[in-house]
């Protein structure tokens, strides 16, 4: 049987009516069916559906919509006030009904997505031996990467179109987590569906379990994962070759999102891989896009160009070198040529500014400043570039809490009546400098948005909306987009063009933001996506021939079309 032949899953296919709606044709019945997270209604199943489907005697009598079920649910949850206890009830709803866990955050995603992501995530990786209750996505580890193709065939889903895969070599700002990675998996996937239109039935977290450095955690007798130090060279080489082989031969129509790899991983394995299966790898590209997004708009809100700006990026990760990238194509779409964009973007790492005289990492040498244009400068710290190069945007991709001193953002304040300042790291205890403490350095007038949520800050009877550069913004939109267009490839331009977008997006409906409220996550990714569909059709990778053939708003209506909303949909048994 091909793949097109076979059900949408192993327990049920989803199909349209003549009237143009869907339904669901269950391939299992009775009890089982509401351990199904996707199939169970709880007591939203209708009286027919009952019967129908093996079911009466076994759920309550009651039939409640799914908007009073999702009501009942908020009531509970906001009965609790620990974040760790608000995030595990979330996860627990998930692996419960999937429908009604997607309907909840949707209606209050501004106030659910710092449970379910950043910053709470972090204590969910951490402690994921300890809440693991209910297997959910793929475990790849060195116990089975032999068998990976049996593996996956195991994995119910047959139709699987986005797949978010992490080592776990470099979780947020925490550093190897094992096999607790996979909570930051299931968490980004969970928003590909809310905020990326993604059907939950389509997504796939992966785990690739090469062990960890940590003794820690080998030593654990409650930790999860194998216990054996992380593979690294050639051995890592074939484990990821031998996933990516097998992953192929499953899910030919699949993109992968390559999460929270190490520095060095990260670039090998974006590189190794990016034109043999579509992905991009977020911690670079899309922690570029967003971080660009948001200095646009704050150029924007002073009235200046980014060709005008001087950047200093503090952190050269793969998120400052994302960034430090991503500035750099902006300033070039601006008409600098690269010596002027070598005066104009600095970045610095833990050892003080690139230079090119310096030894570093392979990838670090495209960020490398030449040193003759630090000739006369009192120094390659970072007080010194913010004062020599006369910096006027300052972006923090350390992980360094509070790195960002009064001095030094007095000293951007001094190069630019209107610094923007952006201390972008997760989670919130490793963010480089409060917000409100930037604010009051700069009596106001400092343009800052930060990578993890903070309330407005209240200043002189002024108060300043704090923008929160989250990925989220632009992933989702990215991927939704790669989808859609069926691209062979994820092109250094759409991931470009995610950024514009959101910067438009932003513009037209906030233009005193420099993001917009995480409320609308799903109305910029829509943004989003349509960008990277255009995108990638002028790159002659979108190989979907329906949307070649759309134009202006239809573009927009078939996004907005095949964007998955939460709601029960009818049985039908054939």
Sequence with gaps: ???????????????????????????????NLTRIPLLNK???????????LGLDGLLAPQVDSLEVLVERLYADYAKLDDPMRKHTFLRNLQDRNEVQFYALLSRHVEEMLPIVYTPTVGEAVKRFSQIYRYPRGLTISTQNVARARQALANVPLNDVRIIVATDSSAILGIGDQGFG??????????????????????????????????????????YLGVKHERLTGEAYLQFMDTFVEATLQRYPKAIIQWEDFSKDAAFDVLRRYRRVVPSFNDDIQGTGAVVLAGVLNACRVKGERLADQVVVVHGAGAGGAGVAAAIREGMRREGLDEAAIAARVFVLDSRGLLTDDRSMEDYKRELATPKALTDGWSGTDLLSV???????????????GGIFSEEMVRA????????MVFPLSNPTANTEALPEDILRWTDGQALVATGSPFDPVTLDGQTH???????????????????LARVREITDGMVTEAAYALAAYTQAHHPQRLYPPVAELSKASVEVAVAVIRQALADG??????????????????????FWQPKHLPFRLE
């Design 1 to 31: 049987m091909s793949a097109r032949d076979l059900p949408l899953t192993d327990n049920y296919d989803v199909k349209r009516g003549e009237d143009g709606h869907r339904y669901i044709v269950p391939l299992i019945r009775g009890f």
């Design 42 to 52: 709880g007591t939203a199943f209708t009286a027919e559906e009952r019967e129908l």
């Design 181 to 222: 990675g996979m909570a930051i998996s299931i968490g980004k996937l969970s928003l590909y569906t809310v905020a990326g239109g993604v059907g939950p039935d389509k997504t796939l977290p992966v785990e690739l379990d090469v062990g960890t450095t940590r003794q820690d955690l080998r030593d654990d007798p409650h």
């Design 386 to 400: 913010i004062q020599s190069a006369k910096a006027t945007v300052l972006l923090g991709l350390s992980g360094q």
């Design 412 to 419: 951007a304040a001094a190069n630019t009546e209107r610094p």
């Design 465 to 483: 909306e704090i923008g929160q550069g989250n990925n989220a913004f632009i992933f989702p939109g990215l991927g939704f987009g790669a989808i």
């Design 541 to 562: 990778v979108a190989t979907e021939f329906e949307v070649r053939r759309l134009q202006g708003e239809e573009l927009r209506a078939f996004v907005e079309r095949k």
